[in-house]
Structures are given as structure tokens and as C-alpha cells.
């Protein structure tokens, strides 16, 4: 199947050079990279947030049926009372 993808230029003439040091042709690199990173298994996440939760994890939401205005005033209210 045919398809047009934009390459970096750098990366192309690498791709061609290696194409040609390996008498390969570039399709053939370029389907080899590909499968390569098909095949490979999913790079797990480098970085995961931490659970910074505080409280009891089973208790009511204490900010659930409240709207946004009413939300955003006890978040807030905080910062006004310093």
C-alpha cells in the first residue's frame, strides 16, 4: 500500500544511509522500524503521580452535589481568612 508521511530531513538521510550501508532498500528500513516498534511491549509509564490523598478514602465526597460557584467558595475560603 502506498502512503505519503513527513520525515524529519535528518532523520531520512540517516534512514538512507543506513539503507544503503545494509543494501537494504529505505521501504525496507522503514517497515523494519515499524514492526519493531509494533512489536515491542508498551514503555510503561516513566513517571506515575503519587497518591497525595488525605482523609478517609471511604468517606462522602464532601464537595459532591455542590456547584461549581459553591465549590470554588469553600476551596477558597481559605486563602481569604489568612
Known sequence: ?????????ELL????RHARKTGRSLRAVVEDGLR???D???IPNQYT???LRV????SPDPLE???WPEA????YESRRSR
Do not use: F, S, W, Y
Not at 13 to 16: E, F, P, T, Y
Not at 55 to 58: M, Q, T
Open 49 to 51: 503521580l503519587p497518591d
Open 72 to 75: 470554588r467558595e469553600l476551596i
Open 40 to 42: 515491542d511491549p508498551p
Open 13 to 16: 538521510i540517516r534512514a538512507k
Open 1 to 9: 500500500m502506498k502512503t505519503t508521511i513527513e520525515i524529519h530531513d
Open 55 to 58: 482523609g478517609d478514602p471511604n
Open 36 to 38: 519493531r516498534v509494533l
Open 65 to 67: 452535589g455542590q456547584t
